[in-house]
C-alpha cells in the first residue's frame, strides 16, 4: 500500500461511518434534482443543518423533490424552509432558477446525456453552469450520480491534507488530485467520507486531538507542532 492507501486504511479502523451524518446518505438513489438540492444545501454549513433544511423542503414539496411544486413557489416561502442550513436567500434563488430549469424535460436529457458522455473535467464544468453549485458540490454529483471517478473535496479534507503536508496548497484542484493519484476510485467515496469524519471527531480545526489521533505518524503538523 502507498501511503494514501495506508491513512485510509487506519482511519477505517479507527471509524465507523454513521450515514446519519452525512447528507450524501440522504439523496443517494434519488432523483438528479433531489441529489443537486440536497448537496447544494450542505455548501459551508453541517450535513446536520443541511438535512433539517432538505427534509423541510421535502415536506412541502414531495419526498423526492418535485421541480415543478417548487419552481412557482413564493421565494419568502422557500426561505424559511431552508433557513436551517443558512446563506437561505441566495440559496432561495438558486433553488427556483433549478427548479424551472429541471421542469422542461428537453433540458434535463440533455443535461444527463452531456454529463455521461463528457470526461469528469468536463462534465464537472457543465455542472458548475448550474445555479449554486460549486466544484465540490458539482463532485459529489459527479460521483455519487454519474459514477464518474472525482474526489470532493471539502474543509475538513483540505485541513487535514494540509497537516499531513501530502501537499502545499490550499488549491481545491490540487488536493483533489493528490488524492485521486494515490487511491483507487472505488475508494473515493469511503476516503472521502472517512476523512470527513476524522476531521470532525479528532482532526478538529482548534484544539486537535493529536494523541488520539491513528494517523499522526504521517503528519507533518503532529511532529512538528506538537512535538511528536
Known amino acids: 500500500?502507498?501511503?494514501?492507501?495506508?491513512?485510509?486504511?487506519?482511519?477505517?479502523?479507527k471509524y465507523r461511518i454513521n450515514p446519519e451524518e452525512?447528507?450524501?446518505?440522504?439523496?443517494?438513489?434519488r432523483p438528479l434534482f433531489d441529489m443537486i438540492v440536497g448537496v447544494m444545501l450542505s455548501q459551508n454549513t453541517s450535513d446536520k443543518n443541511a438535512m433539517k433544511a432538505l427534509e423541510n423542503l421535502r415536506r412541502r414539496f414531495g419526498d423526492p423533490l418535485d421541480p415543478c411544486r417548487i419552481k412557482d413557489?413564493?421565494?419568502?416561502?422557500?426561505?424559511?424552509?431552508?433557513?436551517?442550513?443558512?446563506?437561505?436567500?441566495?440559496?432561495?434563488?438558486?433553488?427556483?432558477?433549478l427548479a424551472r430549469l429541471f421542469c422542461n424535460k428537453y433540458f434535463v436529457e440533455k443535461l444527463m446525456e452531456n454529463i455521461k458522455h463528457s470526461n469528469p473535467l468536463e462534465a464537472r464544468e457543465i455542472l458548475m453552469k448550474?445555479?449554486?453549485?460549486?466544484?465540490?458540490?458539482?463532485d459529489v454529483v459527479l460521483n455519487q450520480y454519474f459514477g464518474k471517478p472525482v474526489f470532493a473535496v471539502d474543509t475538513h479534507i483540505r485541513r487535514i491534507s494540509l497537516r499531513l503536508g501530502v501537499v502545499k496548497s490550499k488549491s481545491y484542484r490540487v488536493i483533489s488530485e493528490w488524492w485521486m493519484r494515490n487511491l483507487p476510485p472505488?475508494?473515493?467515496?469511503?476516503?472521502?467520507?472517512?476523512?470527513?469524519?476524522?476531521?470532525?471527531?479528532?482532526?478538529?480545526?482548534?484544539?486537535p486531538r493529536c494523541e488520539e489521533c491513528p494517523i499522526r505518524d504521517y503528519c507533518n503538523y503532529y511532529r512538528s507542532e506538537r512535538g511528536g
Not at 452525512?22 to 438513489?29: E, L, M, S, T
Not at 419568502?76 to 433553488?95: D, K
Not at 448550474?130 to 458539482?138: E, H, N, Q, T
Open 130 to 138: 448550474l445555479p449554486g453549485i460549486g466544484i465540490k458540490s458539482a
Open 22 to 29: 452525512f447528507i450524501v446518505n440522504k439523496v443517494r438513489g
Open 186 to 207: 472505488e475508494k473515493y467515496l469511503l476516503a472521502h467520507l472517512l476523512l470527513i469524519t476524522h476531521g470532525r471527531r479528532t482532526c478538529r480545526a482548534r484544539s
Open 73 to 97: 413557489a413564493d421565494k419568502h416561502v422557500v426561505e424559511e424552509l431552508i433557513r436551517p442550513a443558512g446563506m437561505y436567500r441566495q440559496r432561495a434563488e438558486n433553488i427556483l432558477s
Open 1 to 13: 500500500m502507498n501511503r494514501a492507501e495506508e491513512i485510509i486504511d487506519l482511519l477505517s479502523r
